[in-house]
């Protein structure tokens, strides 16, 4: 006698843990871009204040349009 295993996977669980987890991937990624931006921002501010000028708004904005 052969026994043959008729279950059929359970889709619909594996569709919601695979959807839980683009959330959660989603959410990590957008908290990632955040700290980047952040750090962007600290660095760009470190910049300005080692720059011979003091990193005045006039050096600032120059720097801006040329990027």
Do not use: C, N, W
């Not at 006698?1 to 959660?24: F, G, N, R």
């Amino acid at each position: 006698m052969v026994l043959v295993d008729y279950s059929i996977p359970d889709t619909y669980t594996q569709e919601k843990e695979q959807e839980s987890k683009k959330k959660d991937l989603q959410r990590e990624l957008g908290r990632f871009i955040e700290d980047m931006t952040r750090l962007e921002r600290k660095i760009e501010d470190t910049r300005d204040d080692l720059r011979p000028d003091g990193g005045s708004e006039d050096h600032r904005s120059a720097e801006a349009g040329a990027g």
